[in-house]
């Protein structure tokens, strides 16, 4: 019997432009024109340490700024780096239904700086019975700690949980605990297997 149904965030609850982020950098710091790497240096390296909480905000900013000679203040780099989200309203929607009669989990790969300017801001953030953030737990998918501290939060055993993430690779890390994993690809694929889960009527 399914008790929680566990969501990751980007690319489930909001979708993640991170082109946007470097286009609109290019332009702030007036370097048009220029890749990421010549924007921020070895970005993917500091963004995982950022998300695994081994940096601090600060310490990933000095960095990324120092790396890549920007010339932009923090809280200009905040707003463009937070800028890269979009509501999935369908998503937002399903979550709403779901709360009726599921325990509801967010467990996501992610840093501070997102999570408080952008997920902790999310319209249905406040219906998350349990939250599990990668650079708090100092852990991330597809480690199996992250998984388990979910599953801790919400009092639930590995397969009374469904997790739902857009990366087949950390959906499939969830299935080897024991939790029923599903590689999100499109809304209407997840309201169909939720249904055959008899978690959603034929019906919304």
Sequence with gaps: ???AIIFDYGNIISSVD????FKELSRASGKSGAGPDQ????????LRKYETGLITSDRFFERLVGQGGLDLGKEAFIALFTGRFTP???TRKLIRKLKTGYKLGLLSNTNEWDYEYEIKQCDVFGLFDAV???????AMKPDRRIYLDALNKLGTRADEAVYIDDISEYAEAACALGI????????EGLVRYLRSLNCLP???
């Design 132 to 138: 599990t953030v990668s650079f708090k737990v100092g």
């Design 1 to 3: 019997m399914i008790k």
């Design 88 to 90: 999935i309203a369908e």
């Design 202 to 204: 034929d019906q919304l």
């Design 18 to 21: 991170n082109s946007r982020f």
């Design 39 to 46: 924007l921020t240096g070895n970005s993917p390296d500091e």
């Design 180 to 187: 029923r994993g599903f590689h999100y690809t499109s809304h």
